[in-house]
């Protein structure tokens, strides 16, 4: 990105969560510990003795959990704001609509919190009601599955190839069963309520008594509605919530529509990242200029911050970080610590005396296993001729597969695998022709002419 970009704030809903997720935060950033403070507090404010209180321990029912992420993504969000990476727009996924409202500025913290607590306490009770299956198919190929059984229908429509269906388990179990037998990677989400569907019917209704009235105003800070993906310019009402639990999320259309208005630094404000993937696949679909800041898996939220800040840094947005209240750190020069390098095997060496179709597939199977160790949601059976791009390969990603492959043929040309139209068949004739013409290699070996013998 040559120019300045914006900054949209993705807030994630169920799954973001992690037993250790504020540990260590409070103690070093202190912006986020007064927010995580006042968040908790306005949570027992709504439901005294019946909220998560971090003091308790870590989440463990489902109620608490989805208050526990809540919590943590107001004092994310309050952290990078104060860090000078405040969001010039903000889109929430389920849950995370809330956080996206109450940054925004939306809803007040106290309203925000009791609108959590009562969706969180419904939720709670749903869960017996089934569950969620995450399948890697857009959403039109889900539609047309031939296997969807009755009570089934699409939860979230999360990317490109990323779709959620909810239902009743035994349905969501004959339909895993189906997508196994075809080879389409799924998984079944067993915890998780079947939000966002008609078995929710009952259950909005009641949010809509929990929750009247609701006091909220314009946001600030634009939002895109993931129940209906453009810019908020309607009413964030008691019915916006209600509808809300019970639609289906769009967030491909939504991180579409907010992604399309120019260069962008995508920042997943979450405890733990769950739709980094979506959120690659769509930008590498549409080619958009735009690039996400998140943390590793399993990161604490301070380490979390740092990557983020990290990343924005790189990407043309300096944090405002550290101030001049907290000098630089001054750090000893590294040692340097001579390792010997490890030499990997000639692949050409590898394939010597295999009959040409099992070279083939050797080839064939390390280049789709590198692929899909870069790629950001499981290949699927006809990825073999979908370009790189849109597999979710950036520039830089496909630069590493370029190089991870020279590794073990080290004549390969330089371009190999760099072209985002390149495809795992490209790369693949392109290594076997490669390994077969090296400089002084003997050629293959052929079969003796037919005929009759000239021998005297």
């Not at 103690?27 to 003091?55: I, K, S, Y």
Request: proline share 10%.
């Amino acid at each position: 990105m040559r120019t300045r970009p914006r900054i949209v704030y993705v807030f994630g809903g169920h799954g973001a969560d992690h037993p250790a997720m504020a540990t260590g935060t409070t103690r070093t950033v202190t912006e986020f510990a007064a927010a995580l403070e006042q968040a908790c507090a306005a949570l027992d404010a709504a439901a005294p003795g019946q909220a998560w209180n971090p003091a308790e321990g870590a989440p463990a029912s489902y109620a608490h959990r989805q208050q526990a992420t809540w919590a943590h993504q107001i004092a994310m969000a309050a952290a990078l704001t104060a860090w000078g990476l405040a969001p010039d727009t903000v889109i929430g996924h389920s849950l995370g609509e809330v956080a996206a409202a109450h940054t925004a500025g939306a809803l007040p913290l106290a309203e925000a919190a009791r609108l959590v607590t009562a969706r969180s306490a419904l939720l709670h009770e749903a869960q017996a009601l089934g569950c969620l299956l995450a399948i890697g198919l857009s959403e039109e190929e889900v539609k047309q599955l031939p296997g969807m059984p009755a009570g089934a229908e699409i939860a979230c429509i999360n990317g490109p190839a990323t779709t959620v269906v909810a239902g009743p388990a035994t349905a969501l179990e004959s339909l895993a069963g189906h997508l196994e037998a075809t080879g389409v990677w799924h998984r079944m989400i067993g915890d998780a309520p079947p939000a966002h569907s008609r078995l929710l019917a009952d259950h909005q209704d009641r949010l809509l008594a929990h929750i009247t009235p609701l006091r909220w105003r314009r946001p600030r800070v634009p939002m895109v509605s993931t129940v209906f993906p453009r810019e908020v310019g309607f009413d964030l009402d008691e019915a916006y919530w209600q509808a809300q639990l019970r639609e289906p999320v769009d967030f491909y259309a939504a991180l579409a529509e907010a992604l399309h208005a120019g260069p962008t630094l995508v920042v997943e404000v979450s405890p733990r990242p769950v739709l980094s993937a979506p959120i690659t696949q769509t930008i590498a679909r549409h080619g958009l200029p735009a690039a996400l800041a998140t943390a590793p898996a399993g990161a604490d939220a301070h380490t979390a911050l740092l990557h983020i800040a990290a990343t924005a840094y790189t990407r043309g947005r300096a944090p405002a970080w550290p101030t001049p209240r907290t000098p630089h750190t001054r750090l000893p020069l590294p040692r340097w610590h001579h390792q010997p390098r490890q030499e990997v095997p000639d692949l050409a060496d590898d394939l010597a005396g295999l009959a040409a179709d099992e070279r083939r597939a050797r080839l064939a199977g390390l280049v789709r296993a590198m692929v899909a160790e870069a790629a950001p949601l499981p290949l699927r059976p006809g990825d073999d001729t979908t370009p790189l791009e849109r597999l979710g390969l950036g520039s830089h990603d496909r630069i590493l597969l370029r190089a991870r492959l020279a590794q073990r043929a080290p004549a390969l040309p330089a371009h190999a695998g760099t072209d985002p139209a390149t495809t795992i068949t490209d790369l693949t004739d392109l290594l076997e022709k490669t390994v077969t013409t090296q400089p002084g290699r003997e050629p293959e070996p052929t079969a003796p002419p037919q005929g009759p013998s000239t021998a005297r």
